[in-house]
């Protein structure tokens, strides 16, 4: 046993009585390892077990454990433990018993002599621990051999101040180095699967790490050593072999277990492999490089050619249909490695290229079957068959006479693609052992790539619900120009509650409106869907800001308190040259100024959250002028961790006021600024406006009283504006309409006089107000019917037309499209 510190070094302390603040011996131990299934029948037999219970692995695995693990006698009076804790047993012992027959949920551990077939009676240290999971494991006990303990710890010559040998339990946490026994318990479980053995230690360093008392203090770490000679001594006695074969001297004689301490070795460095593949695999859930990195990974050490190819959805991050692909499934050859002379391949079988393969191939075999396909020499037969599926390419040189190997790239037991390996004909064929391995190595690779794959998949839905739930904003209102960004966060999932929009209302204004709902994933994408549209429908009924915001909030607290959300909610009117806008806790606003460049931070009142409820909305008149721009944003661009908000918007402010040649452009340079300080985390939605007004001279506006009569009036005051306006051929239509829509206002209105307005901006917009708050529905009316064709001609005529309330009763508008000059 490697005890690993100097005799003369103090006792450790074990974990019951504090740390180990010394040294801490590490104990090499030949471990039994015997796993037993739900049916108390053995599943794993090792060597060691082989060893210590006289029983071979082909007459263990099967057969009952409490058959293979006989007790009879006890432990001698001399051995009895000095002090408590582990009694003499006739038999395998209540704690083992009760293990095998699954009545114990908590690991157990103790002391018994065995009768072994054609040995002496054995002293033996056991462990056992109950195993839960997906498997067939219900225990794993570990045993050791007591006598041969003592003698390696030269107990007998009083070396070391022993008081008994116990097996227990500690935190693995407890002992420098114990991890140890999670890297090597894997290896002398090579029956199992990587995943098999794996999950089985994890339970165990969770159960509690087996340890040896010599003392009530000092305690060992257990660590399994099952003999496997290291690469010198094995070199050593290769040289003496040579040596002896030069002198003519007899040959040494070789130990008759060597061929199985080989054996571990082969499976050791396989292990190895495949742990270091794990490692260099799965470093993001990028599809492209997760790609390159599973094809990097096997060449050279493993293979000289690695091709991949997948299936077309796949590299889409699409889903696909259930059931086994077939002859018509059409796989994307997505990368290729190799140690042939550069672009040797490149022309034969170039990356990107997608082909269905045919029934009779090793490829067709192995997607559809799910398992590896190993040929060892691929033929001239075989080679030819195989370049027939490449159109006026011949691919004979490059495969015939070289060992191949197909290996499925799978996950959920679902076909992904699959991976061609080839080694060089000068080079050692694939074997049974490397089929294994390439499945495990294709195991895990197929997993990390469909980690990889649904991450794209869910990404793209993610940015496909959040391209749906933002508005597509025309880049020209009435009298102003809008320009958005939309950076998604870089949080996974991102989803996000950030918006934007803006509203066409009644006298050319127009409500610009940008939100945040706090949180991020769908659920905060959801409720910020069921806030923009609440929004746009208030925003259509012409309520003001302040009041907008109040019923935002109101609404908020019935849908639930979970979520928060800010608001900054803006009306911007062209004709009066006025902002009117009210803030529920939003950053605020940058104006930039169009006469001397400046720009600044709009002092408003700040408001509560949406959803806080209980708390007043105040709103603020600001003049503008034309060519102002107006910049609203979400904190997810001026919010850095571990930085004061201020600097963040300091940097807004500075950045808003810089010249560029177009609106985009404004918003690329302020995005540019903002992120080159690193650490955004959160979405961004950006909307800049720029406030052109309208001109006095582009606004008509009378005052028709409630008379039929002035229906006349109305369209001769629109026929003659239009002419002077030079859109004399909008005149016929568009006096159509106004008689309509007068004639109803009229009819309807209650006290106060009819007002018709005229805009000329990118269209003309003319618009009706009256004092009657109902508003009007499109009817299908008959040909002998009196009303309901006015808003039919209208709708017919016009390019949109629409109706709104407002605070004095309703608008009804229609636009035209203004004719090319």
């Known amino acids: 046993m490697d005890r690993g510190t100097e005799r003369d070094a103090p006792p450790s302390r074990g974990a019951g009585s504090g740390a180990a603040d010394g040294p801490v011996a590490v104990g090499r131990v030949p471990l039994a390892v015997?796993?037993?299934d739900r049916d108390g029948l053995v599943s794993h037999w090792s060597r060691g077990a082989s060893r210590l219970f006289g029983a071979t692995k082909e007459e263990a695995i099967g057969c009952s454990a409490a058959d293979l693990l006989p007790v009879s006698g006890a432990l001698a009076e001399e051995d009895t433990p000095p002090y408590g804790g582990y009694?003499?047993?006739?038999?395998?012992?209540?704690?083992?018993?009760?293990?095998?027959?699954g009545g114990l949920s908590y690991p157990a551990a103790g002391r018994a002599r065995l009768t072994v077939p054609g040995a002496d009676r054995v002293d033996v240290l056991w462990w056992a621990y109950p195993l839960v999971g997906p498997g067939r494991e219900r225990l794993l006990v570990l045993a050791a051999d007591a006598g041969l303990l003592r003698q390696d710890l030269d107990l007998d010559e009083g070396t070391v101040a022993v008081e008994r040998i116990a097996p227990a339990f500690a935190l693995h946490t407890d002992f420098p180095g114990a991890d140890e026994l999670a890297r090597r318990l894997p290896e002398i479980l090579p029956s199992m699967s990587v995943g098999e053995s794996a999950r089985i230690v994890a339970q165990v360093l969770e159960l509690g790490y087996p340890v040896m008392e010599f003392s009530q203090n000092d305690r060992v770490p257990v660590t399994p050593d099952w003999g496997v000679p290291r690469r010198a001594e094995r070199r050593a006695r290769r040289e003496r072999a040579a040596r002896a074969a030069a002198e003519g001297l007899p040959l040494p004689q070789e130990d008759p277990n060597e061929g199985e301490d080989l054996e571990y070795v082969a499976v050791r460095e396989r292990l190895e492999f495949l742990n270091e593949v794990s490692g260099k695999i799965g470093t993001s859930l990028d599809l492209s490089r997760t790609i390159v990195e599973v094809s990097r990974a096997v060449v050279p050490r493993f293979t000289d050619v690695a091709?991949?190819?997948?299936?077309?959805?796949?590299?889409a991050g699409e889903g696909f249909p259930d059931g086994v692909p077939d002859t018509t499934t059409m796989w994307h050859r997505v990368a290729l490695e190799h140690t042939d002379e550069p672009g040797r391949w490149d022309d034969v079988v170039p990356v990107g290229e997608a082909m269905p393969f045919p029934a009779h191939t090793p490829f067709f075999q192995c997607m559809?079957?799910?398992?590896?396909?190993?040929?060892?020499?691929?033929?001239?037969?075989?080679?030819?068959?195989?370049?027939?599926?490449?159109?006026?390419?011949?691919?004979?040189?490059?495969?015939?006479?070289?060992?191949?190997?197909?290996?499925?790239?799978?996950?959920?037991?679902?076909?992904?693609?699959?991976?061609?390996?080839?080694?060089?004909?000068?080079?050692?064929?694939?074997?049974d052992m490397d089929r294994v391995t390439g499945a495990e190595l294709a195991a895990r690779a197929g997993l990390v790539l469909d980690n990889a794959r649904m991450y794209t998949f869910q990404e793209s839905l993610a940015?496909?619900?959040q391209d749906s739930m933002l508005p597509h904003i025309p880049p020209r209102m009435a009298g102003c120009d809008i320009a958005t960004r939309y950076l998604p966060g870089t949080l996974l999932g991102r989803v996000g509650g950030d918006w934007f929009d803006s509203v066409k209302l009644p006298g050319a204004r127009t409500a610009l409106v940008v939100g945040d709902v706090m949180g991020h994933g769908l659920n905060s994408a959801a409720m910020m869907g069921q806030l923009r549209t609440a929004v746009q429908t208030m925003a259509a009924l012409d309520l003001p800001p302040a009041q907008l915001l109040r019923n935002l909030d109101d609404l908020a607290q019935r849908l639930g308190d979970t979520y928060l959300a800010t608001c900054l909610y803006a009306v911007y009117d062209p004709i009066a040259s006025e902002l009117h806008l009210a803030n529920a806790g939003h950053i605020p606003p940058v104006i930039v100024r169009a006469g001397d460049g400046r720009s600044e931070l709009l002092d408003l009142p700040t408001g509560a959250p949406i959803g806080v409820g209980g708390v007043p909305f105040e709103a603020v008149r600001v003049r503008v002028a034309p060519g102002d721009r107006l910049l609203m944003c979400t904190d997810g661009l001026v919010e850095?961790?571990?930085?004061?908000?201020?600097?963040?918007?300091?940097?807004?402010?500075?950045?808003?006021?810089?010249?560029?040649?177009?609106?985009?452009?404004?918003?690329?340079?302020?995005?540019r600024a903002l992120n080159t300080r690193g650490g955004r985390k959160d979405d961004v939605a950006l909307l800049m406006a720029r406030l052109n007004g309208i001109e006095p001279d582009n606004v008509a506006e009378w005052r028709i009283s409630l008379d039929p009569v002035e229906v006349g009036r109305a369209r001769a005051v629109v026929r003659e504006q239009l002419h002077d306006w030079g859109l004399g051929r909008l005149a016929d239509g568009a006096e159509l309409m106004v008689s309509e829509l007068v004639t109803n206002a009229v009819r309807h209105s209650h006290r106060r006089p009819v007002e018709l307005r005229l805009v000329r901006g990118d269209s003309l917009l003319c618009e009706v107000d009256d004092d009657d708050h109902d508003l009007p529905n499109l009817l299908s009316a008959g040909p002998t019917d009196e009303h309901g064709r006015g808003l039919r001609v209208v709708s017919t005529l016009a390019g949109e037309w629409g109706a709104s309330r407002t605070n004095a009763g309703k608008t009804v508008w229609f636009e035209l499209t203004l004719p090319r000059r």
Not at 307 to 315: K, P, S
Not at 390 to 402: A, H, M, V, Y
Request: proline share 6%; glycine share 8%.
């Open 368 to 431: 559809t079957t799910g398992e590896p396909v190993l040929v060892p020499r691929i033929s001239e037969q075989m080679g030819h068959a195989i370049a027939s599926q490449f159109e006026k390419r011949d691919i004979r040189p490059l495969i015939t006479g070289r060992s191949m190997l197909v290996v499925p790239l799978k996950a959920r037991n679902v076909v992904l693609g699959f991976m061609i390996l080839l080694r060089h004909p000068e080079r050692v064929e694939f074997n």
């Open 87 to 101: 009694a003499a047993y006739d038999g395998l012992g209540p704690d083992l018993e009760s293990s095998l027959d």
């Open 34 to 36: 015997v796993v037993v």
């Open 307 to 315: 091709g991949t190819y997948l299936r077309e959805q796949v590299v």
């Open 640 to 671: 850095v961790r571990g930085e004061d908000i201020g600097v963040g918007l300091a940097t807004l402010t500075e950045s808003a006021a810089h010249p560029a040649a177009s609106m985009d452009d404004a918003c690329d340079a302020i995005i």
């Open 463 to 465: 940015e496909t619900l």
